[in-house]
């Protein structure tokens, strides 16, 4: 009996989202333990840098969160804000003391400008993208090609339109996802009996849809990008049951730059 893995579509009209260009004022506090060889000033000095790198953690989270509370799409189209770093621009200290009850404790509090910087991911990591059609009728089966341009980890996701990721590879039944440099590979692979068929979500009554397969690339493996996301070999899962699109930035963001890069491709539904 064959494996099917079915892909529903979602349909949901993307609100157009303005990535965050301008810069952001946030407050942190920073705080740091005096050493036995360490001078007063130099704790002082950890306790700035703790503040002012939970000042750039805290913005970050500002611009993230401003798009996917837009519109979750517009993050599922291209996942820039997954790159997004901060970059201190101004700092006021508010206030800095040591700590009453613990004089070894000394606490900064600062407000601090946080510009957005959006660097190159990837760098000589590329990988690219394919499906076997791109329009296809209901109950259709679909095949993904890809191929990376140095040895990595592949990671393949279904995207909705409302969010919600279901992971394609790995799972259950090819738990390896080492992808070797320049070589073409298919998703599923052909001796597989696993087989991909797009299908509209029950009492979907529209008659077309899009649907987005993600691919990522990692230099390492990354076991935190397949948590919490339900697999999608058996059953359909949405946004109340699986993890979103924001999930998968987070994890992301958490990742260096130039250890991933990113392709997507979409295809569209008919009844």
């Not at 002012?52 to 979750?72: D, M, P, R, Y």
């Not at 909705?160 to 080492?178: E, H």
């Amino acid at each position: 009996m064959k494996k099917i893995l079915v892909i529903c579509i979602f349909l949901i009209l993307p609100l157009v989202c303005l990535a965050a260009e301008k810069p952001v004022w946030v407050e942190s506090m920073g705080e740091a333990l005096l050493g036995e060889i360490e001078t007063q000033k130099e704790v002082k000095e950890r306790a700035k840098i703790d503040a002012q790198k939970k000042a750039v953690e805290k913005a970050v989270g500002v611009f993230i969160k401003s798009h996917t509370l837009v519109s979750n799409y517009q993050i599922a189209e291209d996942l820039i804000y997954a790159a997004v770093r901060g970059k201190i621009e101004k700092v006021n200290i508010v206030k800095e003391e040591w700590d009453e009850k613990d004089r070894n404790l000394y606490r900064v509090k600062l407000n601090a400008l946080v510009m957005p910087v959006y660097p190159e991911k990837g760098e000589g990591l590329s990988t690219k993208l394919s499906l076997s059609k791109t329009d296809l009728k209901e109950g259709e089966e679909v095949n993904i090609f890809y191929q990376v341009s140095a040895d990595s980890y592949v990671y393949i996701f279904s995207i909705a339109a409302d969010g919600s990721v279901t992971l394609l590879l790995p799972n259950a039944n090819m738990t390896d996802n080492f992808t070797r440099a320049g070589m073409a590979y298919q998703f599923p692979p052909a001796d597989s009996p696993i087989h991909l068929k797009a299908m509209f979500l029950p009492n979907y009554k529209e008659r077309s849809a899009e649907e987005k397969i993600k691919i990522i690339a990692t230099r390492k493996k990354e076991w935190l990008l397949s948590i919490g996301f339900r697999e999608g070999i058996f059953q359909v899962y949405d946004a109340k049951s699986t993890g979103m699109i924001s999930d998968l930035v987070r994890r992301l963001n958490q990742i260096d730059l130039t250890d991933w890069t990113e392709a997507t491709a979409v295809y569209h539904l008919k009844r």
